[in-house]
């Protein structure tokens, strides 16, 4: 007697049995062109996610950090940030004490242009993942040679033994009622500086 997943495989077998083998399976997300200005579209796109943008030149990134931090009087950060900030929280705190923090201050693996995402690997200067998802504020530094065009062009760079966590623009949920919510499960607020050659 044969299950019915066995059935199911043999109807998949017999219906592509006549199709012919140079068929073109391959998925048009691959081949769809690299926009012209990569680092203009994820700027674009990560403000339609009502993230802050702010883009600065190399010389300038720590003054582009303390305008984004505002008035947030205490910020964490990764040990290995490569960015000074006065007065910074290490980040192996505990979750309660994350939670009584105001902002974390992180740098990015990868910038995706085409969906605004911000992926962190947890690698130098981006601290573990608790860091990032406690805080009410996160300042997330890119520079723009770490923009790419599209998901599998970050896959591709992406080494996938390492955690991850994808960003698309401040912590929000909607209820049955479409009410949004924001900072439910992540910061309230995004805000990206992005990086420049000097």
Do not use: K
């Not at 495989?9 to 048009?28: F, K, N, T």
């Not at 339609?48 to 305008?67: F, N, S």
């Amino acid at each position: 007697m044969s299950s019915a997943r066995e059935e199911i495989l043999a109807s998949i077998r017999s219906a592509l049995a006549d199709a012919p083998p140079d068929v073109d399976v391959s998925r048009g997300y691959r081949d769809v062109p690299a926009p012209a200005d990569l680092v203009e579209l994820f700027a674009e796109r990560v403000a339609d996610y009502r993230a802050t943008v702010t883009r600065c030149a190399h010389a300038d990134v720590a003054g582009a950090i303390r305008a984004a931090l505002g008035d947030a009087c205490r910020v964490v950060v990764p040990g290995d940030l490569p960015y000074p900030i006065d007065d910074a929280l290490d980040d192996d705190l505990s979750a309660s004490e994350l939670d009584t923090v105001d902002a974390v201050v992180t740098t990015a693996a990868i910038g995706i242009a085409i969906t605004g995402t911000i992926v962190l690997d947890h690698g130098p200067g981006q601290g573990r993942r608790a860091v990032s998802l406690v805080p009410d504020r996160h300042v997330c530094v890119i520079r723009t040679d770490q923009i790419v065009a599209g998901v599998p062009d970050a896959i591709a760079r992406l080494d996938p033994e390492r955690p991850q966590t994808w960003i698309s623009g401040p912590s929000a949920t909607s209820d049955i009622e479409l009410n949004r919510v924001e900072g439910v499960h992540g910061p309230r607020q995004l805000h990206v500086v992005v990086v420049h050659p000097d």
